[in-house]
Structure formats: structure tokens, C-alpha cells
């Protein structure tokens, strides 16, 4: 006999692979699967009282961010894309009816802006060469020792590299500069994981 988590993890696992393999057929960018087990450790041991996400597509990722948020804690989640927001406010709330979150459609440097609250955890998966616009707003939302994570700073190797196709040339300036911020040890604690497309993990000291 399977003990109810085993079960549990099979069905969840089953779950996902069917979502990933549904998105990626019909071109909706999803986050690798590795990098989701990232996040949902990266929740579960932080533990933040509120998580924000820019880029939330059709929830793929939120269901990462989701799974082991406490009781009492916040979701927000922005999307410009309103088809891709409603998918994932459908898919959240169906299985995590309890959670607190907030879905926004538009784009999030409109929206960031007009956000009231505080976030100790933020999630940043949204257009590449926006990431040094996202983290000045950023920064203003968070207090010292928030958390941020960043997907596809690698972006296929291609920002290792000194020549550029002229179609990632906007995209790969965008990644070397957000990076250029965060590198900053005055201000940030950063390091470059090898998961999916590559992950930038900073914690901010406060200060900018
Ligand atoms: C890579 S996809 C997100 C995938 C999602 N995190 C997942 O793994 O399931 C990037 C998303 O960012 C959104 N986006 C791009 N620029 C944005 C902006 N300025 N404001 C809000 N959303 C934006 C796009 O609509 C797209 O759905």
C-alpha cells in the first residue's frame, strides 16, 4: 500500500506534466519543471508572508509559488495577457481554493506602482529586456532581505556569449544589466543557478 503523500505526489506530478505538455503545444511559455521544484523549496523554506509574481502566464509557475504558502500569507500575481491571467486564476483557485491571491491583468509597470503593500518574496518572469525596469520598481515594494528570483537569465547561454543575434539583442542587454544591478554587493547578495534557463537568486540589503 502507498502512503497518501506518495499518492498525493504521483497525482500532483501527473497534474503538472499534463499542464506543461498542454502549454508548451499550444506555445504558452512555461517555466522548466526544475525550476518550479526550486521555487516550491525556495517557498517552503523562506516561508514569505507575501509573493509577487511579474509574468505569471497561465499559472504554471504560480503553482510553484502557491503550493507551500502559510496561512495568513499573499499572492499576487500580474499578467498583461488576459487570456494566459484568467487561465491561471481558473487553475489556482481550482486547486488551492484557500489561498489568498490576487491575479492583475495589465502591465506591471503601470501596475506596480499603484501597489500599496510590501513583498518579501518576488518572482520575476516577464519580458527580458524589462528586468532593470522591474527591479527600480521592485525595490520600492520590498524591505531589506526580501528575496528575488529571476527565470531565464541565461537565456540559452546566449548572454555568455560576445556576438549576438540581432533578434536578442534588446533581450540579452536587458539581462546584462539587471544583472549589473544585482551584482551590486552593496545592495544585493546574488547568485547565478544553472536550473532551466538559468536563475537569478538575490536577497536585497536594503539601501537603494
Ligand atoms: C515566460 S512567460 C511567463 C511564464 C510563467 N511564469 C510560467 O512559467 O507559467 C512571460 C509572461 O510575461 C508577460 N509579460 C511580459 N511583459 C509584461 C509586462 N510588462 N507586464 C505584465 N506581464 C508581462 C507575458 O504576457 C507572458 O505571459
Known amino acids: 500500500?502507498?502512503?497518501?503523500?506518495?499518492?498525493?505526489?504521483?497525482?500532483?506530478?501527473?497534474?503538472?506534466?499534463?499542464?506543461e505538455k498542454e502549454s508548451r503545444s499550444k506555445k504558452i511559455p512555461v517555466i522548466t519543471k526544475d525550476t518550479g521544484y526550486l521555487l516550491e523549496l525556495a517557498v517552503l523554506i523562506i516561508n514569505p508572508s507575501s509573493i509577487l509574481e511579474i509574468g505569471c502566464g497561465n499559472g504554471f509557475s504560480t503553482y510553484f509559488l502557491i503550493k507551500n504558502l502559510g496561512s495568513g500569507a499573499k499572492y499576487t500575481g500580474i499578467d498583461m495577457n488576459r487570456e494566459r491571467l484568467s487561465s491561471a486564476r481558473e487553475f489556482i483557485i481550482n486547486r488551492f481554493p484557500e489561498a489568498d491571491t490576487e491575479f492583475i491583468c495589465g502591465n506591471a509597470l503601470k501596475i506596480l506602482p499603484e501597489i500599496g503593500r510590501k513583498y518579501d518574496f518576488v518572482f520575476i518572469d516577464g519580458a527580458k529586456f524589462e528586468y532593470p525596469l522591474y527591479v527600480r520598481e521592485i525595490i520600492k515594494k520590498i524591505g531589506n532581505n526580501a528575496i528575488i528570483i529571476t527565470d531565464n537569465i541565461l537565456c540559452g547561454d546566449r548572454i555568455l556569449s560576445q556576438k549576438q543575434e540581432e533578434h536578442y539583442k534588446r533581450t540579452v542587454r536587458g539581462l546584462k544589466e539587471y544583472l549589473r544591478i544585482v551584482s551590486d554587493k552593496k545592495y544585493f547578495n546574488t547568485t547565478i543557478i544553472g536550473a532551466g534557463d538559468g536563475i537569478a537568486v538575490s536577497i536585497y540589503k536594503g539601501g537603494l
Not at 3 to 15: G, V
Open 1 to 19: 500500500m502507498q502512503s497518501d503523500s506518495l499518492i498525493h505526489f504521483q497525482n500532483e506530478r501527473d497534474l503538472l506534466e499534463k499542464f
